[in-house]
């Protein structure tokens, strides 16, 4: 498994995520993860938020979590961990991705 924290912004909101590219790497952790439904020739990307967790951006209740949870998913390997996933700028609704909040309001 390959964890990655990303801070996920949309207008007025920020929320903390854990995503999870759910690949083996080990006998143990295939034999594990085939048995909870993931197989490795199409590996999922779980996002935690709190305690609620999902494998399908579409379980989401709110649009900004269906909007970063797929835009992680297209992008895990090239995001950084502790990135900033901006879903106004996402969606185009902004010019420029906001900031992240350690160094700015955001509004």
Known sequence: MI???FEVRDRQTFIA???TLMVSE???ERYLTR???YIDSDPQVVVS???AS???PYAWSDITM???HRYIRENFKSLKSGQVIDAEYI???RDSPRVSERYDDGY
């Open 54 to 56: 999902q494998y399908d």
């Open 49 to 51: 938020k709190g305690m």
């Open 17 to 19: 995520i854990i995503a």
């Open 26 to 28: 080990t006998e143990e």
């Open 91 to 93: 969606r185009g609704e």
């Open 66 to 68: 269906q909007t970063a």
């Open 3 to 5: 964890c990655k924290l």
């Open 35 to 37: 048995r909870l439904g």
